[in-house]
């Protein structure tokens, strides 16, 4: 089969790392030469947010997927229409991509997610303190959010179509992976913890699994069928939940596609996202999902003063570890704050596992 996928980042060379094992083809479009896909896959070189090059890509594929985004959804919906299969569908993906259309999503099928306001410029801003400033289009790894606290910050607004939405009184951050084939079969991973750092509003640790009540996974189970349901694609689904400090659970965003929190899947769980991933793109029955004791996992991003050619400090001292497992995205250039890798640790305990994940996080460092 030819499986083309839009982006060629991290996500779709571990997809293809882990689909290799069985016997397709895979094609990637993305517009970076040296993406993380580039070397691993049959490669073209070219925009997935320009209509034309989307249709000539995927025209004689037999299904066209994404690991980023932020693509042109017009092109995929032509593709489908042309009898291309999509997954997940042109209709989803438009929704999700655009932030103002996704809380219309959530509210139009009773998802609970923070009270919002849609504004086209900064004009319209009516909305009571504090609230986060969403983007309408373009938000990416804490990109395109910010937090509007005081009146003063008020001159900070981006006069641009957005979402601005009240601000959860945060007591853990989660995530629920939901995926569904064609032929209606569900399963659903684990509730993961996210630990993000403050200061760049990237994902730190992931921790499965979370420490949560019984009421709270059943909020999250409840969220996580209404979206399915809603949804009515077939797709791999990553829901970033807020649990406030009431024990109220709501969603902050969905992601159409593979994704950070599901990393730790890799040892972590009987089988990965991406295992998951591939087995919904070919209409497979769907992996075993269940955890395997505790697992976790930690981002490498590229060290603030460091711009250049990568070097990994400290890599050697990890892989004397047991249990911890190094995954490299094939990104030759390091820049403060991008995503270079992660490591997936395995423990007895929640009390070990933070421990582990605090002391590599100490040894190693991303630099020039």
Known sequence: MKIGILGGGQLGRMFIQEALKYDDEFYVLDPTADCSCAYISRFTQGDFNDYQTVIDFGKDKDVLTIEIEHINADALADLEAQGVRVVPSASIIKTIQQKILQKQFYAENHIPSPDFQIIQNKSEACFPLPFVQKLNTGGYDGKGVQVIRTEADLENLWDAPSVLESLVDIDKELSVIIAKNDRGDIKTFPVTEMV???????????????????????????????FISAAQSAGLFAIELFLDKEGKVWVNETAPRLHNSGHQSQEGNSNSQFEQFYRVVKNLPLADTDFCGFSGMLNLVGEDGFTGKVKYEGLEDVLQLPQTYIHLYGKTETKPGRKMGHINVLANTREELMQKLISIKAMVRVIS
């Open 196 to 226: 993000a750092d403050p200061k760049l509003n990237l994902l730190d640790f992931n921790i499965c699994p979370t420490q949560i009540s019984n009421a709270v996974q059943q909020q999250i189970d409840e969220i996580a069928q209404k």
